[in-house]
């Protein structure tokens, strides 16, 4: 069984900067694509970013462009979601995800292009 575990996530003022990790166990990690989404109270998630496999590749979405940034370290079973110049509106739960689509069909942005889930780690932006 697949199991995604995130963290990082917390309070931060405006401006600030967090590292988000996702540890994969239970699977071979270097055979999935890796996305992050968010979800802030009373909103649909939505998409941030994604990696190949290999790292070859990334999609960005909205929320990404210009701030966050995202990596993998195969050796370490771990995606991660680097954010610059956070704002009170990028506050959410953030999630990790990992998707088995294949490569040919490229990343995915939408939830149900991916198969598994973390439970997600809470991001705070205020002062």
């Known amino acids: 069984q697949v199991h995604l575990v995130e963290s990082g996530g917390g309070l931060v003022q405006p401006g600030g900067s967090l590292r988000l990790s996702c540890v994969v166990s239970?699977?071979?990690?270097?055979?999935?694509?890796m996305g992050w989404f968010r979800q802030a109270p009373g909103k649909e998630r939505e998409f941030v970013l994604a990696?190949?496999?290999?790292?070859?590749?990334?999609l960005t979405g909205g929320p990404a462009k210009g701030r966050f940034t995202i990596s993998r370290d195969n050796a370490k079973n771990t995606a991660y979601l680097h954010m610059n110049n956070l704002q009170p509106e990028d506050t959410a739960i953030y999630y990790c995800?990992?998707?088995?689509?294949?490569?040919?069909?490229?990343?995915?942005?939408?939830?149900?292009?991916?198969?598994?889930w973390g439970q997600g780690t809470q991001v705070t932006v205020s002062s």
């Open positions: 990696i190949t496999w290999n790292g070859g590749d990334k």
């Open positions: 995800a990992a998707s088995l689509r294949p490569l040919d069909y490229g990343l995915g942005d939408r939830p149900y292009e991916y198969d598994y």
């Open positions: 239970g699977g071979t990690f270097s055979r999935y694509a």
